[in-house]
């Protein structure tokens, strides 16, 4: 038997004509991730602005200690899919956790909410129902709803009055419906407007999907998320959401939500049902970081004081910054993806770390530094980057 021949992909003609800015490259950390890290090949410590550690958590010693613990006494695998013997006692303590945080009845946990957005929809929404999504949601959002046979409509950007018109068109042709939006949009750092997304629902006998995933563990006076941002504890949401950004940045996803929807899930998600179970270190560590926010709502209050600064001085110095005033992630627009990526450049040679951001992942002309900010950030941190970001963008031209 002669095995095909598998083709030189890097000669195709749509890598072999991309310009540099638009290449994706890794920068190698050399540390723990935290709010300085160590860039390969320097040894010299800089401000980390790019990462989803928003609390800090990642290499938090309490955190780490449970970890360890945990190993010690579960062990660092487990082999098996969760209905085997792949279920200890840490993973359905966390699930009850997860739940109590969010005030939800019940929740499933996954590999990943990538693995999560993948497996919800084509088990809830058949050929005779409607998904209604927001025209910017995340990629794995995209990519589960279209496992599904729904009927699929797309909303213009936190357009309620576009919103409402697809829930008027589907109101006779559709036997359920679901509203399925991010709940903070990572790219842009716009937050849902949940309270009128529920009116809408209300009104149409609409379901309504989050994906917190950039919001869980610090929106909200106690890291509750978009539903607590808007007063909205309690209703019935299907939450999605991970334990890689603000709970403790290693890996793992759940979706949170009425027990008959995770009951389904149980039964039928495929992600759910054919990957192995979280490792036992991520699941002990992500219950000690609920254990943590349960008691103290300190990180969260330390991380809007950090973001209220760097928004408020980046704007007042002549850059655009795009987002909600609230929010962690705080786009700094520049249109060009070769000045994104120069500028980024520049900053890390003075010690703040930051990525620049261009086609594909965001539009054409829509190119953009995406600074992340942190509880873990001093606030001379972030006056520090501040004074950067002016520096650089002087010599750019990009303020006066």
Not at 176 to 202: W, Y
Not at 278 to 298: D, H, N, Q, W
Not at 323 to 340: F, K, N, T
Request: aromatic content about 6%; overall charge negative.
């Amino acid at each position: 038997m002669v095995c095909p021949r598998v083709p030189n992909l890097s000669l195709t003609p749509s890598h072999q004509n991309m310009p540099p800015p638009l290449r994706k490259t890794e920068r190698v950390l050399t540390s723990a991730q935290s709010s300085s890290v160590t860039v390969s090949p320097s040894p010299k410590l800089v401000l980390n602005f790019c990462s989803n550690n928003y609390l800090g958590l990642s290499s938090d010693p309490r955190v780490v200690k449970v970890a360890h613990d945990t190993l010690d006494e579960r062990g660092f695998g487990l082999s098996s899919v969760r209905f085997i013997c792949g279920t200890q006692d840490v993973h359905k303590d966390l699930e009850d956790a997860i739940s109590a945080f969010h005030g939800t009845e019940d929740t499933i946990l996954y590999p990943s909410c990538f693995d999560a957005n993948a497996g919800i929809f084509e088990q809830l929404l058949g050929s005779e129902d409607a998904v209604i999504s927001d025209a910017l949601n995340h990629a794995s959002i995209i990519d589960g709803i279209r496992l599904c046979k729904a009927q699929r409509n797309r909303y213009n950007h936190l357009d309620m009055a576009d919103l409402e018109a697809k829930l008027q068109e589907t109101s006779m042709t559709a036997r359920h419906r679901m509203i399925v939006t991010d709940g903070v949009f990572s790219m842009d750092g716009d937050v849902a407007p949940l309270d009128k997304i529920c009116e809408l629902a209300k009104k149409y006998d609409a379901t309504v999907f989050i994906d917190e995933c950039h919001a869980t563990g610090h929106m909200g006076t106690t890291g509750r998320g978009t539903p607590e941002l808007f007063g909205l504890e309690g209703k019935d949401f299907i939450i999605n959401s991970t334990l890689g950004k603000a709970l403790g940045g290693a890996t793992g996803g759940y979706t949170s939500g009425p027990k008959q929807v995770v009951d389904i899930l149980r039964q039928r998600s495929r992600p759910y049902l054919f990957s192995n179970s979280l490792a036992p270190p991520v699941a002990g560590a992500s219950l000690e970081v609920f254990k943590i926010l349960t008691a103290s709502s300190e990180m969260p209050e330390k991380l809007l004081g950090n973001v209220q600064l760097f928004r408020t001085s980046m704007e007042k110095a002549g850059f655009v910054v795009s987002g909600d005033a609230s929010c962690p992630i705080a786009p700094v627009m520049l249109g060009d993806a070769r000045l994104a990526s120069e500028m980024s450049d520049k900053l890390l040679e003075r010690g703040v770390y930051v990525i620049g951001f261009s086609y594909p992942v965001v539009p054409k002309g829509a190119a953009r530094i995406r600074v992340q900010l942190s509880a873990s950030h001093s606030k001379e941190d972030v006056q520090f980057a501040i004074d950067q970001f002016v520096e650089v963008g002087k010599e750019l031209g990009v303020i006066n």
